[in-house]
């Protein structure tokens, strides 16, 4: 896949976009992160205080 950090914004559901080393999150400034795990459940309050600090890795991240 090829995108624009620049311009693109990445779309992921809250539990699948943790633990992939192939994406370079340094480089990422536009992120959307869906907050409904597998099963279609929110997931708000759990992904806040199990991800939140993973934000972290994310050093160019400029909308989320």
Request: charged residues 30%.
């Amino acid at each position: 896949m090829w995108m624009s950090f620049d311009h693109d914004t990445i779309h992921v559901r809250s539990t699948a976009f943790w633990g992939q080393e192939s994406l370079s999150l340094g480089d990422i400034k536009h992120l959307r992160t869906e907050l409904i795990n597998e099963r279609g459940k929110v997931v708000e309050e759990d992904w806040c205080h199990y991800h939140l600090a993973k934000m972290r890795d994310f050093p160019k991240l400029k909308i989320c």
